[in-house]
C-alpha cells in the first residue's frame, strides 16, 4: 500500500532518514546514523528489534539500501534470508 507522496507505507516511520531508507541488519555495536539499525538483540543499540530474516516490519519494495556485515552466519537459512532482503529492496537499490 502506498502512501499519499507515492512511498510504501514503511517508509513512512522512517523519513528523517533525508528520504530513504536505509537498513543495517545485525547492527550489534556498529550503529550507524542515518540507517535503521536492525537486531534481535535487546542489549544493544538499535532502532528495531526483530529477526533480520524475516524483517516482518518492512514491505516489499521499501529499502534504497541494506548493509548486512557479518550477519550471513548467523541466520538460519541463508538463501531464504537474502531472498527477503531482496525482496525488501527495491529495485535497482544498492547491497554494499
Same mark, same amino acid.
Given at each position: 500500500?502506498?502512501?499519499? #507522496?507515492?512511498?510504501?507505507?514503511?517508509?513512512?516511520? =522512517?523519513?528523517?532518514?533525508?528520504?530513504? !531508507?536505509?537498513?543495517?541488519? %545485525?547492527?550489534?555495536?556498529? =550503529?550507524?546514523?542515518?540507517?535503521? @539499525?536492525?537486531? #534481535?538483540? #535487546?542489549?544493544?543499540?538499535? *532502532?528495531?528489534? +526483530?529477526?533480520?530474516?524475516? &524483517?516482518?516490519?518492512?514491505?516489499? @519494495?521499501?529499502?534504497?539500501?541494506?548493509?548486512?556485515? /557479518?550477519?550471513?552466519? /548467523? !541466520?538460519? *537459512?541463508?538463501?531464504?534470508?537474502? %531472498? #527477503?532482503?531482496? +525482496?525488501? &529492496?527495491?529495485?535497482?537499490?544498492?547491497?554494499?
Amino acid at each position: 500500500m502506498a502512501s499519499s #507522496r507515492g512511498q510504501p507505507d514503511c517508509w513512512k516511520p =522512517y523519513a528523517s532518514y533525508l528520504g530513504k !531508507v536505509k537498513l543495517n541488519l %545485525g547492527c550489534w555495536i556498529f =550503529y550507524q546514523e542515518g540507517y535503521v @539499525n536492525i537486531d #534481535r538483540n #535487546r542489549e544493544v543499540r538499535a *532502532d528495531r528489534y +526483530e529477526d533480520i530474516s524475516t &524483517l516482518p516490519s518492512f514491505e516489499a @519494495n521499501c529499502a534504497d539500501e541494506i548493509y548486512a556485515g /557479518h550477519v550471513a552466519e /548467523h !541466520v538460519d *537459512d541463508v538463501k531464504a534470508s537474502f %531472498g #527477503r532482503w531482496f +525482496e525488501v &529492496l527495491k529495485p535497482g537499490a544498492a547491497s554494499p
